[in-house]
Each structure stands twice: as structure tokens, then as C-alpha cells.
């Protein structure tokens, strides 16, 4: 399951609006006719999820209906000021299977490829076909759980809450952002090159057993502390700038 995640996402937005709210005040209430066009493109969007039986699309377009109501009762200048918090809701929706077999699967060969340079740069022999590695003493399959889409989808969420209350600029927040795929297909190449070692040396049963689930979590602190210290450096530098 890729998106169980996806459930905090809207008190998230919640807490992004609510942190805005003295900004909100001040910005005058002009209701807009032009955002009735959004809502209607919703409903088109709507529709086109039904024929195509693509539910992530129809989530969207709820959202899309969201921010139209938005502009038809408050104004340009109120949605402009939640473009952030709405776009974030769609960190809600799951994956719909085509794009989510699509995704996972590029993340899968990607992963394995970078799995199997980390263990040749420690002197063992692998062989990869496909998505599996083998060393001379244990081979394993990159799976779709393992493919790192899950701890993409759950980073990305992490990073953009980090980059909104954190960071102001919008090329700091767009930078947190872009970071974000690579580490997340980093973090879990450094895991599935640690259960192969693991299976090398000491067998299949120490690196598939309690610890193969204990890294996962493992792998989602060590995104997120990459995050934080990027974050952090932002945060220094602007701070020596402005002084």
C-alpha cells in the first residue's frame, strides 16, 4: 500500500492554511464569475476519470472544483494565497494501478541498477538480470514493495510540509522538492544493497527476516535526515547572506 500516508495530508493543509490566516485576513474578499469556468473544468475532468475508470483523476478533479469555488466566492488574491495548501491535497489521492506499475517498475530497475554498483564498489561479484541480483551466495528480487515508490510518495509528502513552514523562497521550496526523488531512490538502493550483503554473508534468513521490515523504516529516517540537513544548510545560507 503506496499511499496510507496520503490520510494526513489534508490536516496538513489544514495546518498551511491556518498558518496563513493573518495573511488571509488582510486580503480583500472580491467574489470572481471566472471561477466558475474551474468548476466546470472540473466536472470535464470529472467525467473523463469515469470513462477511463481512473480514479486518481477524479480525485484531482475534485480539487480542481475546490480551488474554483475558491476563486468564484473569495477571489484571485485569496486562491493565489492557497495555491500552496490546495496543490498539496493532492498528496491524497492513490495511485491509480496503470501509473503506479509504470512508476514502481522504472523505480525497481533504477534502484537495482545503483544497488548493484554500491555492491561491486565493495568486491563481490553480482549479476543482475532484469530486477534480480545475485552474488555467489544469495540472489534476491527487487519486488514492486521494494521498488522505493512507497518511500517516495511518503518523502514527498514529508518534504513539501518541510519546505512551507520552513522555507520562504520559492527556489529554496522548489529545490527541497527536486531533491526529493533522488534521495528517495538513493536511501533504497542503500537498503537493497545491504540485504544482499547481508544475505552474502550470513544467509537468506538474516537478511529476509525481522530486519528486511525494520529497514524500510530505517530507510525513511535516513531520507528524511538527508532532507533535514539540506533544509538546514538553506536556512544557514540565507541567514550569512542576510547578515
Known amino acids: 500500500m ?16 491556518f498558518a496563513r490566516r493573518r495573511t488571509l485576513a ?37 480539487i480542481v472544483a475546490l480551488a ?8 484571485a488574491a485569496v ?40 555492491i561491486s564498489w565493495v568486491g563481490i561479484p553480482v549479476e543482475v538480470q532484469g530486477t534480480v541480483i545475485s552474488t555467489p551466495h544469495f540472489t534476491v528480487a527487487i519486488e514492486s514493495p521494494c521498488s522505493g515508490l512507497k518511500t517516495l510518495s511518503a518523502l514527498m509528502l514529508a518534504g ?41 554473508y550470513y544467509g537468506e534468513s538474516a537478511a529476509m527476516g525481522w530486519l528486511h521490515g525494520f529497514s524500510g523504516v530505517m530507510t525513511f529516517l535516513l531520507a528524511m535526515i538527508i532532507l533535514i540537513i539540506f533544509s538546514e544548510v538553506l536556512l544557514w545560507r540565507q541567514k550569512s547572506t542576510s547578515a
Not at 7 to 17: H, K, Q, R, T, V
Not at 40 to 59: E, Q, R
Not at 82 to 102: D, G, H, K, R, S
Request: charged share 10%; glycine share 8%.
Open 79 to 118: 486562491l493565489r494565497s492557497l495555491t500552496f495548501p490546495i496543490a498539496f491535497l493532492l498528496l491524497m489521492l492513490p495511485l491509480n494501478y496503470p501509473l503506479e506499475v509504470v512508476l514502481g517498475f522504472r523505480l525497481r530497475f533504477l534502484a537495482t541498477q545503483l544497488s548493484t554498483l554500491f
Open 2 to 17: 503506496y499511499d496510507a500516508h496520503g490520510a494526513l495530508a489534508p490536516f496538513l493543509a489544514g495546518g498551511m492554511i
Open 160 to 200: 513539501m510540509t518541510q519546505a512551507y513552514f520552513l522555507h520562504k523562497r520559492w527556489w529554496e521550496r522548489g529545490a527541497i522538492l527536486l531533491l526529493v526523488p533522488p534521495v528517495a531512490l538513493l536511501v533504497n538502493a542503500m537498503r537493497n544493497t545491504a540485504i544482499v550483503l547481508i544475505g552474502h
Open 68 to 75: 474554483g469555488m475558491i476563486w468564484t466566492l473569495c477571489g
Open 26 to 62: 488582510t486580503l480583500p474578499c472580491a467574489p470572481d464569475a471566472r471561477g466558475l469556468w474551474l468548476v466546470g473544468a472540473s466536472i470535464v475532468i470529472l467525467l473523463t476519470a469515469l470513462l477511463m475508470n481512473f480514479n486518481m483523476l477524479g480525485g484531482a478533479a475534485l
